[in-house]
């Protein structure tokens, strides 16, 4: 059982939007949900966003002003709001984790943006 779950993955059209949540499984106690990334076909993974405990957030350049990084304390879960998507944004999404010095991984979630 992977430690953390995405969800809100799909198909949308160009210009449209999804959101993203992640959570923990609950198969490993305490983890913080920390950041997403993303991986296309033939592509290695790369960084979208994080979210630190004092809210401070970082965007990578593709996505700053299109998606918004947020996180629900009381949940222990993590959204991405992403809005004008654009094809390029095509990929898999995944959400990481930090407990006690180590990072954890869900199994991901796919984003299609297609016409």
């Known amino acids: 059982q992977v430690p953390l779950v995405e969800s809100g993955g799909g198909l949308v059209q160009p210009g449209g939007s999804l959101r993203l949540s992640c959570r923990p499984s609950?198969?490993?106690?305490?983890?913080?949900?920390v950041a997403w990334w993303r991986q296309g076909p033939g592509k290695q993974r790369e960084f979208v966003a994080s979210?630190?405990?004092?809210?401070?957030?970082k965007y990578a350049d593709s996505v700053k002003g299109r998606f918004t990084i947020s996180r629900d304390n009381a949940k222990n879960t993590m959204y991405l709001q992403m809005n004008s998507l654009k094809p390029e944004d095509t990929a898999a999404y995944y959400c990481s984790g930090w407990h006690s010095g180590r990072i954890y991984w869900g199994q991901g979630t796919q984003v299609t943006v297609s016409s």
């Open positions: 979210i630190t405990d004092g809210d401070s957030t």
């Open positions: 609950g198969s490993i106690f305490g983890i913080n949900v």
